[in-house]
Nanobody
């Protein structure tokens, strides 16, 4: 089992920045694939960004490309999402997800076995 705990959410004005953190514990596979998803009120989970186990490959949804950066520190079992130039439409609960077996996984929710509880990000206009 892998446990994921997100932190760093909050309320920010449009144009501001936040950094989300995801701490992994338990039976951690150091080089697991990880991703961030978000769910706005009344909507489906949307893919935001993903990162390979070694951190050398990243991928972003078009809506966040150029504004968000996903990174990881495997020595600390941490995955991060730096969010800049935030917009009101970025308001959502953000979830960290991990695949416990593979170093690379896709954009779909079904590619990830483990999920955090989510952290709320609210961007005011």
């Amino acid at each position: 089992q892998v446990q994921l705990v997100e932190s760093g959410g909050g309320l920010v004005q449009a144009g501001g920045s936040l950094r989300l953190s995801c701490a992994a514990s338990g039976r951690t596979a150091t080089y697991y694939a990880a991703a961030w998803f978000r769910q706005a009120s009344g909507k489906e989970h949307d893919f935001v960004a993903r990162i390979s186990g070694g951190g050398g490959s990243t991928d972003y949804a078009d809506s966040v490309k150029g504004r968000f950066t996903v990174s990881r520190d495997n020595a600390k079992n941490m995955v991060y999402l730096q969010m800049n130039s935030l917009k009101p439409e970025d308001t959502a609960v953000y979830y960290c997800a991990a695949n416990g077996l593979l170093g690379v996984a896709g954009r779909s929710r079904s590619a990830y076995d483990y999920w955090g509880q989510g952290t709320q990000v609210t961007v005011s206009s």
